[in-house]
């Protein structure tokens, strides 16, 4: 009657606990494995245990694509529809007509609402994208600085609209020493060759690895989710936050990272990030997506206070600028960051209504421990 239990759809989420539990019942999703495409070609619908690439599979041959993950083997979401089966056992469908608290707070609301089985997505003409990846050693701060700038540039030249196709992922990398490589995921999803708006990142000098090309979604999801850092089986530590895309301040924030794993010795392991533009903020921003390999459990609470460290005096640092975004994307947030009050106050309140509407037993706040909390329990830590 009030066995605790976890939802696992793709089991992606790097933590112990998010989708699974000690000494409870994991739901595991991963048989509702079906893809379904709509006679008409415009509806794709996906089973909860599906990922990425099992959609990207069926759509790529057809020239048609949906708005998805970067990875292939992250669990799905949707756009258009989802099936939900509530605390009470009703199983409804939640979309913009239907529900539409329940669907609105189900972006972003995690597992505190229902459980859900099928996901709706509207599907759209996709021909050849061009993309992949350049790397380049980092051996010194003038790179960074020309790096940081090109962000900013394409940030601010996005923003204007200047190429809605183009984007950039820029990966920071560390090493024993401290600074080691700078990579860049490119991608022009009108299969447009080197694009002038990537211009910086395809001309990055000494580069090592260059895979750019034309190329589609499932090829280049396999090869943004293989490679050292990612492979399955790894111990990962993620955490997330907002930045904005200013050259000064991530120069500064890249520099917060170095000192809080490396000023007190050897580093207990090598951190990396990638920085993400997301545009149409209060300014340009990028999300950070932090991430550390573990050498194994004992090592964990070290690389842990050394990311709260780099975390919070990150924080201050944009505070004291007044350039501080609170909005941490939780698929990326460390357990001790607080993903759903980061929404805003509003937005929290609206998340916990919706809850007490659809759940009015809260099961899905006491049965259900794993995930980002609408009610926290535990330390915060930045
Ligand atoms: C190497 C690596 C690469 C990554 N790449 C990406 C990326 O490209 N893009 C991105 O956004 N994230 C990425 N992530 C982050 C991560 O995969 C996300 O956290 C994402 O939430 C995982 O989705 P999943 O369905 O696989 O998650 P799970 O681990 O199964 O679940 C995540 C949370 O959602 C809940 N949940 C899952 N399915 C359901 C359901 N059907 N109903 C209700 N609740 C549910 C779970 O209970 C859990 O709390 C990456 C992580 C790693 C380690």
Redesign the pocket.
């Known amino acids: 009657m009030h066995c605790k239990f ?9 933590w112990a606990g ?2 699974n539990i000690q000494d409870g019942v994991t739901i595991d ?1 991963s048989s509702l494995n079906e893809t379904r495409l709509s006679s008409d070609r415009k509806i794709l619908a996906l089973g ?1 245990g599906t ?1 990425w690439i099992d959609a990207y599979r069926v759509l790529d041959p057809m020239g048609l694509s949906i708005t998805g ?3 292939w ?4 979401w949707g756009d258009l529809r989802l099936v ?1 089966v509530l605390a009470s056992g009703e199983i409804v469908n939640a979309n913009i007509s239907s529900n539409p608290r329940l669907f609105k707070a189900l972006k972003g609301g ?2 505190n609402f ?4 099928r996901f709706d997505f509207k599907t759209f003409e996709q021909g050849a994208i061009w993309g992949g990846f350049v790397i380049s050693p980092w051996n010194s701060s003038v790179q960074l600085n020309q790096q940081l700038q090109a962000l900013e540039k394409f940030g601010n030249d996005s923003e204007r609209g200047l190429d809605d196709y183009s984007t950039v992922e820029n990966v920071y990398v560390f090493g024993p020493s401290g600074p080691s490589q700078i990579a860049n995921i490119l991608v022009n999803t009108n299969a447009v060759a080197r694009p002038p708006i990537l211009a910086d990142f395809t001309d990055v000098k000494a580069q090592t690895t260059n895979t750019v090309g034309m190329t589609n979604i499932s090829s280049l999801a396999l090869q ?2 293989t490679g050292p ?2 492979e399955n089986g ?1 111990r ?1 530590i ?1 955490a997330s936050a907002t930045y904005p895309n200013n050259a000064t301040t991530l120069a500064k924030i890249v520099s917060l990272c170095q000192e809080s794993f490396y000023g007190h010795g050897k580093p207990p392991t090598y951190p990396g990030f990638s920085l993400h533009p997301v545009n149409k903020s209060q300014q340009n921003t990028v999300w950070m ?1 932090f ?1 550390v390999t573990s050498t194994g459990a004992d090592a964990d609470e070290a690389i842990v206070n050394a990311t709260e460290t780099f975390l919070r005096k990150a924080r201050e640092y944009c505070q004291e600028q007044n350039q501080y975004e609170p909005f941490v ?4 947030a460390l357990p001790s960051q607080d993903a759903v009050a980061s929404y805003g106050t509003e937005n929290q309140a609206f998340l916990r209504a919706v809850a007490r509407e659809y759940d009015p037993q809260e099961v899905f706040q006491k049965l ?1 421990p ?3 909390k609408l009610y926290r329990r535990g330390k915060t830590c930045c």
């Open positions: 976890a939802i696992r759809g793709g089991g992606h989420m790097w998010a989708a999703l909860a990922r993950g970067r990875v083997k992250v669990g799905v939900v995690g597992n229902g459980v859900i089985t943004t989710g850092g990612i790894g990962y993620w997506n991430a994307y939780s698929n990326y259900v794993g995930g980002f």
